[in-house]
Nanobody, 125 residues
Framework: QVQLVEAGGGLVQAGGSLRLSCAAS????????MGWFRQAPGKEREFVAG????????SYADSVKGRFTVSREHAKNSVYLQMNSLKPEDTAVYYC??????????????????WGQGTKVTVSS
């Protein structure tokens, strides 16, 4: 069993930056692919960014490419999402998730078994 806890959300003005963190406990996530998803009010949960077990492969949604960076730190059993040049349309609850039994990253949320509780990001215009 893996417990994931996100932190770092908050209110920021358009153009600003935030760094989200996701700390895992209960089991190492160093061999697991990890993903960040977000869900805005009234919308489906969508893929934002993913990273494979080693950190050598990353993937981003087109809407955040060039602005967001996903990374991981095995020693801290954590993953991060650096968000720059934030826009009002980035407003959502952000979730980190762990892939079940694979070190690869996936865009499909059905491949992720463990989820955090989410952290809210609000970008004002």
């Amino acid at each position: 069993q893996v417990q994931l806890v996100e932190a770092g959300g908050g209110l920021v003005q358009a153009g600003g930056s935030l760094r989200l963190s996701c700390a895992a406990s209960g089991r190492t996530i160093s061999v697991s692919g990890m993903g960040w998803f977000r869900q805005a009010p009234g919308k489906e949960r969508e893929f934002v960014a993913g990273i494979n077990w080693s950190g050598s492969i990353t993937s981003y949604a087109d809407s955040v490419k060039g602005r967001f960076t996903v990374s991981r730190e095995h020693a801290k059993n954590s993953v991060y999402l650096q968000m720059n040049s934030l826009k009002p349309e980035d407003t959502a609850v952000y979730y980190c998730a762990s892939v079940w039994n694979s070190g690869d990253l996936y865009l499909d949320r059905e491949m992720y078994r463990y989820w955090g509780q989410g952290t809210k990001v609000t970008v004002s215009s």
